[in-house]
């Protein structure tokens, strides 16, 4: 996402009062990755001394925008003064004048390691609370989100994505071995990560629509299917939008998955100043990804004993011929039970406990075998050719 120069430049001049009479403090560092200096900026509260971790939070700018403006326009910092925490805001890859973050489709450079290494440089210089590290970003940065905890998935507690997506290249192979609490918000009206989808963009840049995403972590994290939705009071009726919030509560180690889905809103960040046209001023995004991510910590899920479980259960099953066209033959333990889901979540075969499964009616694809046995439940791809 681009911001309007022109008008962002003004933006800074009319609000460089709001912006500069934040109470804490903005670092502009640099570390080095990949053979090069990487600059970010950290936002840090007045409260924080260093007698006591704080939570990290990363936010993550848009295609073509920059660290500077990602911090203004989310504006976490008054946030982050009162709740007491670190926001570092880092400056994506270059190619000439143009920034953004590389998800696995956008040249070499190792976006996924320069972030690790960040969180670990900023660890040894500041007192971090390990257990409490979070990502969350705009546009191409929400799709840095959801890629950085594909593939480093240890390192954070949760993720939140405002106008992002996943993309299809990478769709199906993020598998992390534990669950990761994720936040979107979306507008129905986004023209440039369309709500829907986008099926025109090639088989690597396509991305994945919406209430899909959702539906895998949903998935993923073993929540209750049943969703809680809640409709926004319309506090300003100017801005052409609406606001749905779904949850999705109750996943293993009490993880969940929540979706602020802005009736025709645009490719924008809720609660910000509006740049855009319909960009939602019902609630403040930034404020509800910290009330997100604050119920979570990183060890809840990376060393619960539930994690273990899941592999011992993964281990102990075997299926084949996969992939399949008639019957799935199942070897497994005891007393588990098998059901077939769709990519969203929904259950297309009825639970059984027999060791074999006919998916002769289900069209070609991907699907999942959803593998329960007492407290444990765990999920096996498979094919139906």
């Not at 143009?98 to 900023?122: A, P």
């Not at 399949?324 to 406990?353: C, H, M, N, Q, W």
């Not at 998916?359 to 050719?385: P, V, W």
Request: some cysteine; proline content about 4%; charged content about 15%.
């Amino acid at each position: 996402m681009k911001l309007r120069r022109p008008l962002f430049l003004s933006l800074l001049l009319l609000t460089g009062f709001f912006y500069y009479s934040q109470t804490g403090l903005t670092v502009i560092d640099s570390i080095k990755s990949g053979g090069v200096y990487r600059s970010y900026r950290l936002y840090i509260p007045t409260s924080y001394n260093g007698s006591k971790a704080f939570p990290l939070v990363l936010n993550l700018h848009g295609l073509s925008s920059s660290a500077t403006e990602q911090q203004v326009y989310s504006n976490f910092m008054p946030i982050a003064d009162t709740a007491n925490f670190l926001v570092v805001h880092p400056e994506g890859s270059k190619n000439g004048s143009t920034q953004y973050w590389n998800v696995g489709i956008f040249g070499t450079t190792n976006d996924v390691g320069f972030l690790n290494e960040l969180i670990d440089s900023l660890s040894v210089h500041y007192t971090i609370d390990q257990n409490a590290v979070y990502s969350c970003g705009l546009s191409n940065g929400g799709i840095m989100s959801y890629y950085l905890v594909c593939n480093l998935p240890a390192k954070l507690a949760a993720i939140a994505s405002v106008a992002g997506t996943m993309f299809r290249s990478w769709y199906f192979s993020c598998d992390p071995k534990f669950a990761i609490p994720v936040m979107e918000i979306h507008g129905t009206e986004d023209g440039t990560i369309p709500y829907v989808g986008n099926s025109t963009a090639g088989a690597n840049g396509l991305y994945m629509p919406i209430d899909t995403v959702v539906q895998r972590w949903v998935f993923h994290n073993h929540c209750n299917p049943s969703v809680i939705t809640k409709s926004l009071p319309d506090v300003n009726s100017s801005d052409f939008s609406t606001v749905i919030n779904y949850k999705y509560i109750n996943g293993v180690d009490k993880s969940m998955v929540e979706l602020y889905k802005v009736l025709g809103g645009s490719h924008s960040w809720p609660g910000a100043i509006p740049l855009f046209f319909h960009t939602n001023e019902d609630f403040n995004a930034s404020a509800e990804i910290w009330r997100f991510f604050r119920q979570f910590k990183r060890n809840q899920f990376v060393t619960n004993v539930g994690v273990q479980e899941r592999e011992t259960l993964l281990n102990s099953v075997k299926v084949f011929p996969n992939p399949g066209s008639t019957f799935l033959t199942i070897v497994g333990p005891e007393g588990a039970r098998y059901s077939v889901l769709g990519l969203d979540g929904k259950k297309l075969l009825t639970e059984t406990v027999a060791t074999t499964i006919d998916i002769s009616q289900l069209n070609g694809g991907l699907y999942f075998l959803k593998i329960e046995k007492d407290n444990t439940r765990a999920m096996i791809k498979i094919i139906k050719e």
